[in-house]
């Protein structure tokens, strides 16, 4: 079986900001990969094209290399899917009889769209592991699939949904992450060393889409099963860095507990540096006490925003104060601290936002990242946008991504009260306003990023290398365009009283 990580879109992604972006690691490929390959016996390819673009000759190569019948299997994401549809074309072009099967978060919420603008022939819904190696025997043995839980699939030209499948229960069914799949690029994934120990998570923040996976479930992988990923990390591939990828590490204290006494029992924290997420509201000092002594050298926060109201609006669960206090605890304990803000939340205001840029400025945070808002398939923030008339999504999605509003104006969500030029200047001036201080940028060009949330990824000793040096004053011209380009538009609206459009245009 062949995966595909699809790349973003130009028109998402600037080509030169994609310079400074390393590759993400794609776990979720990495755990259906070894899934299959232990519970059916599956050889597998992987063809990650934020390593090398998937050219129509690369695409026929890798599809000759399969055996018959030939399932390709892709993940869907919202900012992805102009390109997986494109791909789903040409290997369909190349070989009409290939199963591709979509799977991920926007195919999850949106499977009917999906099956029907794109040439996919079946969508797995929600966790792929047990739907996915039930699809690939059926397949495999010219069986019939039309009776599995957890998919969506064509016949003809409709389109059926099954019911959906329960969750797994026990992770700890899942074999242990096959890592060797992706040891041939171990030089260009800044975050080799990533581990999942848990899914899910129990709080409903209007913003996320991961809710559309899992729920509000959340579950863990054993300690045994997590020591023994960071025995591979550590003794075959020499990590020294761990990014454990939870959406909330320290959710549950008692298991993070054990997880740091397995850690600590088995020696590995003498031998690697650790990173986690956390909610400020679950901090304490004893937590951050044990964290120490495990050799947890940063924790990553997300913030979201600085206004006590907002963070009602979002439904964060915590106060902005418990997120103050955690932040300034992690320092005085010596340890790292990232935090990620978003800025065009309902209702915001433009006062709340420099608010929140002067609150992350006066904390002693190492790191910190202001994205825009984006109204993803199935949060509540997306139903919020429709209701207000607020909501432009460009054909396939191509809008919804981080880094669109370094190129592109019409923002897929500008909440009442708010105008576009101003969200994207705003934003622009945050992340600049932030790292522009001496003692940040001298960490951010100069030292390791441990914390992950810098708006830029550097390679080292980036400053003797002419390529990166040529593209990162390509990058600093794009940034000064955009603020000079931005600050025109802003003041010829206003001078002109022009009224932004509010289209609840979705062209999907």
Not at 60 to 89: C, F, Q, S, Y
Not at 300 to 319: N, P, Q
């Amino acid at each position: 079986m062949l995966f595909i990580n699809p790349v973003l879109d130009k028109i998402s992604q600037p080509k030169i900001v994609k310079k400074f972006t390393y590759a993400c690691f794609p776990t979720s490929i990495g755990f259906l990969s070894g899934y299959l390959r232990a519970k059916n016996g599956a050889s597998i390819r992987i063809l990650d094209e934020q390593i090398k673009e998937a050219s129509w000759q690369i695409l026929e190569d890798e599809l000759g290399k399969l055996g018959h019948p030939k399932i390709v299997g892709i993940p869907n994401l919202t900012a992805t899917t102009k390109r997986v549809i494109r791909l789903t074309e040409e290997i369909k072009a190349i070989d009409p009889k290939a199963t591709i099967v979509l799977g991920g978060v926007h195919a999850t919420v949106l499977p009917e769209d999906m099956l029907r603008k794109s040439q996919a022939d079946i969508v797995v819904r929600k966790e792929g592991e047990v739907t996915l190696s039930e699809v690939y025997d059926c397949i495999k043995q010219d069986r019939d699939y039309s009776g599995i839980k957890g998919i969506s699939y064509k016949k003809g030209s409709d389109v059926f949904h099954n019911p959906d499948r329960e969750l797994l229960e026990d992770l700890d069914d899942i074999p242990p992450f096959p890592y060797d799949l992706f040891e041939g690029h171990l030089d260009r994934y800044a975050d080799f060393g990533t581990i999942i120990s848990s899914r899910g998570c129990p709080f409903d923040c209007i913003f996320c889409s991961q809710r559309a996976i899992s729920g509000n479930a959340y579950r863990f992988f054993s300690v045994n099963r997590v020591v023994n990923d960071i025995k591979t990390l550590v003794d075959f591939y020499g990590q020294k860095k761990i990014w454990f990828i939870d959406d909330s590490l320290t959710i549950n204290k008692k298991r993070l507990y054990e997880l740091i006494d397995g850690i600590i029992a088995s020696g590995y924290h003498k031998k690697v540096a650790f990173i986690g997420t956390t909610r400020g509201k679950e901090v304490t000092y004893e937590m951050l006490e044990r964290l120490k002594a495990c050799n947890f050298i940063s924790m990553a926060f997300g913030v979201e925003t600085g206004s006590e109201r907002l963070m009602k609006v979002i439904d964060k669960k915590e106060l902005v104060e418990d997120n103050i206090k955690a932040i300034k605890m992690c320092h005085e304990m010596g340890i790292l601290t990232d935090a990620s803000l978003i800025f065009g939340l309902p209702t915001e205001t433009r006062k709340e936002r420099y608010d929140t840029l002067k609150l992350m400025c006066d904390l002693p945070l190492d790191g910190a990242r202001f994205n825009i808002a984006i109204p993803y398939p199935g949060t509540k923030l997306y139903r919020i946008a429709k209701e207000e008339n607020s909501l432009h999504i460009h054909e396939n999605w191509t809008n919804c991504c981080n880094q669109y509003y370094l190129q592109g104006d019409d923002l897929p969500y500008v909440p009442e009260g708010t105008r576009g030029v101003d969200l994207i200047f705003d934003t622009i001036f945050a992340n600049i306003a932030f790292y522009l201080r001496p003692k940040i940028l001298y960490k951010t060009l100069f030292k390791s990023p441990l914390s992950g949330g810098g708006v830029l990824s550097l390679p080292k000793r980036w400053y003797v290398k002419p390529d990166i040096l040529f593209s990162l004053a390509a990058f600093l011209c794009l940034v000064i365009w955009r603020i000079a380009f931005i600050s025109a538009k802003a003041l010829f609206n206003s001078i002109f009283n022009i009224k932004e459009k509010r289209a609840n245009e979705i062209r999907v």
